[in-house]
């Protein structure tokens, strides 16, 4: 069975908390230019997309997205749950990033 996720039907929205509020301290981008000539607006404009595709890309670091989590879950999912809707265990898992780009100075 293949389905969309909740974002993906429009049913859930994610957020940043204080993103917006940063984007409007100009001290804070002191140090990069590019970023510091922009407004505070095209500041979110700007980070939002770079922020979704790094959580989307699981570039972003938080306990639920670790591999022992994950594997715990799977297990307490596969106990509770009708062997029908198990997770199958050749199923691809979620797979922690190696390396971070760093943009060319």
């Known amino acids: 069975i ?3 996720n909740l974002e993906q039907c429009g049913l859930l929205r994610v957020d940043y908390e ?3 509020s940063a984007c409007s301290r100009d001290d804070l ?4 230019p590019p970023l510091a000539r922009l ?3 095209q500041r979110l404009e700007t980070l939002r997309p770079i922020l979704d595709f790094c959580r989307k890309k699981l570039a972003i ?3 639920c997205l670790r591999e022992t989590y994950q594997q715990q879950l799977r297990q307490r999912v596969n106990q509770v749950i009708n062997d029908r809707w198990n997770f199958d265990e050749s ?3 979620l797979r922690q990033a190696v390396a971070t780009p760093e943009p060319n100075p």
Do not use: D
């Open 61 to 63: 670091r938080v306990e």
């Open 29 to 32: 981008w002191q140090e990069l």
């Open 39 to 41: 407004s505070a607006r």
């Open 2 to 4: 293949t389905a969309p």
């Open 18 to 20: 204080g993103l917006e």
């Open 91 to 93: 199923e691809e898992r």
